[in-house]
């Protein structure tokens, strides 16, 4: 799934500064010494009037200017001075410039990020997020220069132990592209599941991994499409860092209108999950000017605010499951690889030299970028004559992640606010609407290609050109609602496409067991309150688990404590259930059996990686009732042995959940025990899984993903909303605002998001007036 994304630069800096020499005494003096200046008075070059910061009791930074120039100078220098050692590692990864402070072994890294560089018109492309995103973007990065220039030598610690400073920045940096493979992910599954087809056969290989809505998936008959390995796909994720491309990255949002809220007026629920690190994914500020009055997060390397609300509306996200891209075999020459079949003829790669400045070489090394009529050449076959190709909507102008925000922060009412989607082409997205005049929305946003052949679930075989990209869909007809009959609108990434709708976004979608669950509160039609949904944003409640109790329920005798454990719960995954832990360790054992039996072993991991629980208990249905229990119980069974072994406790009424599922907060320069102590956070035990509306998923038993940031508004006073961002809204350790919102978010609380005036005021805790030189 990744510009690369702020998640998947975090993920890869455990790895990225392995190597890093121990640390010198005194850390937590040099780590204070570096803190930015939050109070007081700063002089800057480049404001033409003063600008005031106030950030609140929780690290939010209200900032106050006078024109729009002013206000996203003072963006970009406020989030620089929490967070600029994430936005330059942000910044690097996406321009491919990390070798230069790592070192040789991050070459092809830097290559593959310059593959995916927008190449096109550049009028088009600024004129694609607003008609002022060059000159907001342009001030946004004026003041993060400003902020590293005021600094000079005094960085933050992570500069000062690596040896390195920022680089300085350009508008262009706010355009990188990479982050959107995280949000497209779909090239990834296309090769998994060719390789899934080439070693059980498509049927089974449908059975595992349907497509949603059902359509047949193909055989590989095409000789060119034969022995498709895992080389493709790791050739694609060793470019971009340990990043997890699966179907665990979501988001929750609804909205309820005023028939079904306790004031009269909307109240708007938006938690986004993406992987949960530090420092946090998303950067929380409040933005007004003549013209913008908007708070909310967005990610710290750009400008505007993602979600959020202004003075009349309020909106939220989670991905929607649009295939935005596609894997093209190309036939290469056996005697010149870089002349490739298309349509009848050979036809020459554009090919591309670049240097790449490397840590601890005096020169730069030269690469090549190999691009063909389909996209960017991420993989050549060695021996085989046929190259990859990726084609993604993110060569298309107006692709950067998350910029068309800039026109959706400003807009005041429906119409406004449908015009600015029109803009949103990356990430896909299905935004949900509120204003206070009562009305709420939700569209399903995104570039949609239109394929001339072809589902898109396979790679395609590109010399014949029967399978080329006609267009794309108009936003018009996309899934959308306005004011619905039922007065409450929800997605969680779950199959959204209305009966009989004609067009085709995708096939792959996220399990509906989280949509189902807030469906299920939403429908009972009572008045809600902004504390109702805080607990539904925290909300624990298995149905996933429920299914699978029940399913266990009808078998016959046997299973003994263990299994009169789990008919008596309520499927609540709560930190102190014994069940949970039972469930959760039980559940797996049920797939990796279930595969067992049905795939040869060499094929396993990646069946049980493609299949996810709702295709599980869907197939566990149709299974004759004797072979069913059969399994259950046998899976139950060794999920007992297996519990004890991992919790150290023979009776499995003596298990926690919670003490096997936590979370880690990993600095990524903490590689000695002196340096976890200073950096790292954690562990903290958690509820839920990745299938509860509170998303906690990650690898084995561990979060990894999930809400770091959630967002409650109310529309009938903006002053009685509420959010929570965690770790802290700081990426400077020994800032107070380091690791603040921890303990909130550990036990699934809140703090205000104070918006007018007034209330902004009452909860200042640091004053910085930022002023012309």
């Not at 790895?15 to 109070?39: D, M, N, T, V």
């Not at 200017?65 to 330059?88: H, I, K, P, Y």
């Not at 927008?118 to 000159?135: K, T, V």
């Not at 299938?691 to 993903?705: M, R």
């Amino acid at each position: 799934m990744t510009r690369l994304g702020l998640c998947a630069a975090a993920a890869a800096w455990s790895i990225l500064f392995a190597g890093c020499s121990p640390a010198r005494p005194g850390l937590e003096p040099r780590a204070r010494e570096a803190l930015s200046q939050i109070e007081g008075r700063i002089q800057l070059d480049g404001l033409a009037k003063p600008v005031e910061v106030l950030r609140d009791t929780w690290g939010v930074p209200h900032i106050f200017a006078q024109s729009a120039a002013d206000l996203f100078f003072a963006q970009g220098f406020v989030a620089a001075q929490d967070r600029l050692f994430q936005m330059e590692i942000w910044r690097r990864a996406g321009a491919g410039e990390l070798a230069e402070i790592l070192g040789p072994s991050y070459v092809e890294r830097d290559r593959f990020a310059r593959l995916l560089r927008f190449r096109g018109d550049m009028e088009q492309e600024w004129s694609s997020y607003s008609p002022d995103a060059r000159e907001l973007t342009t001030a946004f990065v004026r003041g993060v220069n400003a902020y590293i220039e005021k600094q000079g030598d005094r960085l933050p610690i992570e500069f000062q132990l690596l040896g390195v400073k920022p680089g300085m920045w350009k508008p262009e940096d706010c355009l990188l592209r990479l982050a959107g493979l995280l949000m497209c992910r779909n090239a990834v599954s296309e090769i998994t599941r060719a390789r899934l087809i080439s070693k059980v056969g498509p049927e089974l290989a449908a059975a595992l991994e349907p497509p949603d809505p059902p359509v047949k998936v193909a055989a590989l008959t095409d000789p060119l499409m034969e022995g498709i390995d895992e080389n493709v796909t790791r050739a694609l994720r060793e470019a971009i860092g340990p990043v997890r491309f699966d179907s665990e990255q979501g988001s929750n949002n609804w909205v309820v209108d005023g028939t079904l809220s306790a004031t009269g007026k909307p109240i708007l629920a938006n938690d986004p999950h993406r992987p949960v690190i530090l420092p946090s994914l998303r950067y929380m500020a409040h933005l007004v000017a003549p013209g913008w009055n908007v708070i909310g997060s967005g990610e710290p390397a750009l400008p505007g605010i993602a979600v959020g609300h202004n003075e009349r509306i309020a909106f939220g996200f989670t991905i929607v499951g649009i295939d935005q891209q596609d894997i093209y075999v190309e036939r290469t020459n056996p005697s010149n690889p870089n002349l490739y079949r298309w349509r009848g003829d050979w036809r020459s790669m554009e090919v591309r030299h670049e240097k790449i400045a490397v840590k601890g070489r005096n020169e730069p090394v030269d690469v090549v970028l190999k691009f063909t009529v389909h996209g960017p050449v991420i993989y050549e076959e060695p021996g085989k004559s046929r190259a990859f190709a990726l084609r993604w909507v993110g060569s298309e102008p107006g692709t950067a992640g998350y910029l068309a925000s800039l026109a959706a922060d400003r807009a005041q009412n429906w119409q406004e606010f449908t015009r600015a989607m029109e803009r949103w082409k990356v990430p896909s997205e299905n935004l949900i609407y509120a204003d206070i005049d009562g009305n709420i929305g939700w569209i399903a946003a995104g570039l949609a290609p239109i394929r001339k052949k072809g589902n898109g679930l396979l790679p395609a075989p590109g010399e014949a050109g029967d399978y080329e990209w006609t267009g794309y869909l108009p936003l018009a007809e996309h899934p959308q609602l306005y004011n619905p009959p039922q007065h409450y609108i929800a997605t969680a990434n779950h199959n959204i496409l209305p009966k009989g709708y004609p067009h085709q976004l995708g096939y792959e979608w996220t399990p509906p067991f989280r949509f189902r669950r807030i469906d299920q509160v939403l429908k009972s039609g009572r008045n809600f309150t902004v504390e109702d949904f805080e607990k539904l944003q925290t909300d624990v409640t298995s149905l996933e688990a429920q299914e699978f109790v029940a399913l266990l329920k009808k078998a016959p005798a046997g299973g003994g404590p263990a299994r009169q454990l789990l008919e008596s719960w309520d499927g609540v995954l709560g930190k102190d259930s014994p069940a949970a832990a039972l469930f959760e360790i039980w559940a797996r054992q049920v797939k990796s059996r279930f595969v067992a039996a049905r795939v040869p072993a060499d094929a396993r991991a990646l069946a049980e990686s493609a299949m996810n629980d709702r295709t599980l208990l869907d197939l566990l249905e149709r299974e004759p009732a004797a072979s069913r229990h059969n399994l259950l119980l046998a899976s139950l069974q060794e999920a007992v042995v297996e519990g004890q072994k991992l919790l150290g406790e023979e009776d499995v009424k003596a298990w926690r959940w919670g003490a096997l599922h936590r979370i880690r907060f990993h600095h990524p320069l903490a590689i000695d025990a002196q340096r976890r102590k200073f950096f790292d956070l954690g562990p903290v035990e958690r509820p839920g899984d990745g299938y509860t509306v509170c998303a906690t998923a990650g690898p084995g038993f561990t979060q990894a993903s999930g809400a770091s940031y959630r967002e409650i508004f109310d529309l009938a006073d903006w002053d009685r909303s509420v959010a929570i961002n965690t770790p802290g809204q700081s990426g400077q350790p020994g800032s107070p605002h380091y690791a603040d919102l921890l303990p909130l978010w550990a036990d699934g609380k809140y703090f205000s998001l104070p918006y007018s005036r007034a209330a902004v005021e009452r909860n200042t805790a640091h004053k910085l007036v930022l002023e012309p030189q």
